[in-house]
């Protein structure tokens, strides 16, 4: 597993958001598709057309998931889509913890214990290193 420092998970960060700038744009449209899908079920009409509605949201699933599968390339794990969460492994005082970043965030600021999850985010500069020891968040 690949560890992140704080400046790391940063500098890649511009390449992870155009990546979820064009999964938000299929996130969008998956939405249209899925409600004009459940349109044509509940009003019992064109058996075709529900056929092509359903074959275009498994599409565009699948082009989100590949999209999704680039960003964990980098290290990252993609942990929400809805909306986008991306957490990066690190080291702080030798704890497994995660760098956590939220769609619409400008940087990661945030960072939560691999055990506690989004609702457990703190703030980065809560980071502290112990003296002598090395803190693979570079905080």
Request: hydrophobic share 35%; net charge negative.
């Amino acid at each position: 597993m690949r560890y992140f420092s704080l400046s790391e998970a940063n500098s890649i960060l511009p390449q992870i958001k155009l990546l979820v700038d064009e999964i938000k744009e299929k996130r969008e449209k998956l939405y249209r598709v899925i409600d004009s899908y459940e349109d044509e079920i509940e009003n019992q009409n064109d058996e075709l057309e529900v056929m092509y509605l359903k074959t275009e949201i498994n599409e565009i699933n699948q082009e989100i998931n590949e999209l999704i599968d680039i960003i964990e390339s980098f290290g990252a794990y993609v942990k929400g889509v809805d909306p986008f969460l991306v957490d990066f492994p690190s080291l702080h005082n030798g704890e497994e913890i995660f760098l956590c970043w939220r769609e619409g965030e400008s940087n990661i600021e945030y960072w939560h214990r691999v055990s506690e999850g989004f609702a457990g985010r703190k703030h980065v500069s809560l980071l502290k290193e112990k003296s002598g020891e090395k803190n693979r968040t570079g905080i």
